[in-house]
């Protein structure tokens, strides 16, 4: 059965609370700049010493973050994203290897969020593998 790539995906996935209790455990973040408020724009404001990005998955707003994520880490602030595995990228290979701590999670994830129905979901594995990538 093929996919429906006409369905309305979004963008707005939370992170399990178990992962970032753990990342936070490690890294005592201070600041978010992808919470999920429609109406704040991480991209443009400064972000703390200590952050925590789950970013939309959508590659443009991914891409920007990733390059954010970087600029900020030249001013002295971590910044740990969770992201997709996508190791044939250009940023990827740019930005992210050579400049970057990676590490990969063993399983997928299981995101909550609206699925493509509507329904608020808390067990809904992402279509991809995903790593940790460490900004310091």
Known sequence: MMKNRNLEHKDDWR???Y????LNNEFNFTFDPCP???EFDGLTVSWGKRNFIN???SRKLK???IR???EESKKRNLCVMLLPVSTSTKIFHEIIYPNAKIRFLKGRIKFLGHNTKGEWVTNNCGMHDSMIVIFD
């Open 55 to 57: 970013p939309p998955y």
């Open 15 to 17: 992170t399990p609370k």
């Open 63 to 65: 891409e920007a973050f």
């Open 19 to 22: 992962l970032y209790e753990e």
């Open 68 to 70: 954010k994520a970087y």
């Open 36 to 38: 999920i408020f429609p």
